[in-house]
């Protein structure tokens, strides 16, 4: 038994995180609006939100075209993700705070790349509950555009510990060494569908990895958009096969579904070695040669 899975396995009481300091509350983020060592990141999967209304001071980052290399398929360049950093005033110091819709979706992804690019952990955190708990306590919201300073952010490395590709997966296809987790829907698992219903990007095939396990992202979740308790997640991954022991690779369509999954494995529940696979469905399903199961 490793030393990790002791910890989970002592670990049973609801919220007792892994890393509990990775989640503040909306009343610590209310709380702490005028700290300029902070800095609010809101990130939308409706990239019109934002503008409608949004935190005080939080600045507003569209996944379609600030989050992506906008002619290659691919996440941001080191350069471009300085470039972001640096109109967004941030330094190695600042912590950031992400929040969004739709249960902290895309405000995972984003942190995911901050993470990749080496921003320190104990400076990236979530609001828990997201856009939608911060509405419904009747909170403020403002349309005003917050202006920030340039800075010389750089970043420190790009961490291949957090980020995977097919060459992480295709050599451990048939001798089960890794936890594959699917967190797209049950019918884009099954291969019924290879898209939700109005999504652009797709595939040739539908179905699933070989050997992964069908864990949609929203279920970590409760009703309100907060997360689970520790236990409850505990039960959710483990009870599909998802040891601790083993290195654990997410995915979904585009790997913003599983970064939700890869923050909930590697802070709430704390695995050891959680990776993202960005190309996803839409690189695994178009992929010459590469093996698939439906159903």
């Not at 396995?9 to 209310?30: C, F, G």
């Not at 995972?108 to 509405?135: C, P």
Request: glycine residues 8%; proline residues 4%.
């Amino acid at each position: 038994m490793t030393e990790m899975t002791r910890t989970l396995r002592t670990k049973q009481t609801d919220h007792d995180y892994a890393h509990p300091d990775v989640l503040v509350s909306t009343e610590w983020v209310a709380a702490h609006l005028n700290n300029s060592d902070i800095r609010l990141i809101e990130v939308d999967v409706d990239t019109s939100s934002y503008k409608k209304g949004h935190i005080r001071v939080a600045a507003g980052l569209d996944w379609t075209t600030q989050l992506c290399d906008t002619i290659r398929r691919d996440i941001l360049s080191k350069d471009a993700f300085e470039s972001l950093a640096q109109s967004l005033e941030i330094t190695p110091e600042t912590t950031l705070i992400f929040y969004g819709d739709n249960n902290n979706w895309f405000a995972t992804y984003a942190l995911w790349q901050f993470r990749y690019y080496g921003h320190e952990d104990s400076r990236l955190k979530v609001m828990n509950g997201g856009r939608q708990k911060w509405i419904a306590e009747g909170r403020e919201l403002v349309s005003n555009i917050p202006s920030f300073s340039k800075t010389a952010y750089r970043a420190k490395f790009p961490d291949d510990n957090v980020r995977a590709s097919k060459d992480h997966i295709l050599p451990f296809l048939k001798n089960g060494q890794i936890n594959l987790v699917d967190v797209r829907s049950p019918a884009e698992f099954t291969g019924e569908i290879i898209a939700p219903p109005g999504m652009s990007e797709t595939a040739q095939r539908g179905g699933h990895i070989p050997g992964a396990a069908s864990i949609p992202w929203a279920k970590a979740v409760d009703e309100d958009g907060t997360f689970k308790s520790f236990g409850d997640l505990k039960a959710l991954y483990q009870g599909q096969g998802v040891d601790p022991a083993k290195e654990t690779i997410a995915y979904c369509r585009i790997g913003e579904r599983s970064s939700h999954t890869w923050f909930v494995l590697k802070y709430l529940l704390g695995y050891e070695k959680v990776r993202n696979y960005d190309g996803s469905w839409t690189e695994w399903g178009n992929l010459v040669g590469a093996p698939i199961e439906k159903g």
